[in-house]
T-cell receptor, first 115, second 117 residues
């Protein structure tokens, strides 16, 4: 069965600092990979996704993620964090074949931003 | 274009009661998915429905849980005889029709927080 690990439960960064959120997955083949963000009281919003091709993926709000097959990782990065980025971030995987709609999520990383 | 709507946003039930959670997909979306997030856990897939059809319910508990997506109206997740362990956030997502071999992005609602006393 596939699984997702987000090793950092809570991260605090200063506004303007760079950010990297870690995500490791366990899956037999290369899965589809996603990052979602959830602000309090809101639904999950898709930041970016990887299906195939270029391993560096650009998303919305200035985020990017890099798929590293050798490390089974899909870390999310942003060069300069804004206060409005404070939220909870979820990494998710889905099978690349049948059942590609079945997203499996990590437990999330809560991001706090210090002004 | 309104997003995915879920109601109620918060629901409190006593043990043994029934819980009904509603999900209205985005306009034009005919696929609905339900996920459950237990405390301190990530979201887990429960069920995938299209209008009047259950496509995949492999993530649904075998007893007390059911889901439907009728021809008219919202999708309903129904939990009978709730127990304390059902306390969780339940998220609904929707997607447009998935072209064969394609991948449909799922758009999530804000969730329903169920508390069982």
């Amino acid at each position: 069965a596939q699984s997702v690990t987000q090793p950092d439960i809570h991260i605090t960064v200063s506004e303007g600092a760079s950010l990297e959120l870690r995500c490791n997955y366990s899956y037999g083949a290369t899965p589809y990979l996603f990052w979602y963000v959830q602000s309090p009281g809101q639904g999950l919003q898709l930041l970016l996704k990887y299906f195939s091709g270029d391993t560096l993926v650009q998303g919305i709000k200035g985020f990017e993620a890099e798929f590293k097959r050798s490390q089974s990782s899909f870390n999310l990065r942003k060069p300069s964090v804004h206060w409005s980025d404070a939220a909870e971030y979820f990494c998710a995987v889905a099978p690349s074949g049948a059942g590609s709609y079945q997203l499996t999520f990590g437990k999330g990383t809560k991001l706090s931003v210090i002004p | 274009n309104a997003g995915v709507m879920q109601n109620p946003r918060h629901l409190v039930r006593r043990r043994g009661q029934e819980a009904r959670l509603r999900c209205s997909p985005m306009k034009g979306h005919s696929h609905v998915y339900w996920y459950r997030q237990l405390p301190e856990e990530g979201l887990k897939f429960m069920v995938y429905l299209q209008k009047e059809n259950i496509i995949d319910e492999s993530g649904m508990p075998k007893e007390r849980f059911s889901a439907e997506f009728p021809k008219e109206g919202p999708s309903i997740l129904r939990i009978q005889q709730v127990v304390r362990g059902d306390s969780a956030a339940y998220f609904c997502a929707s997607s447009p029709p998935i072209i064969a071999g394609g991948r449909g992005e799922q758009f999530f609602g804000p969730g329903t927080r169920l508390t069982v006393l």
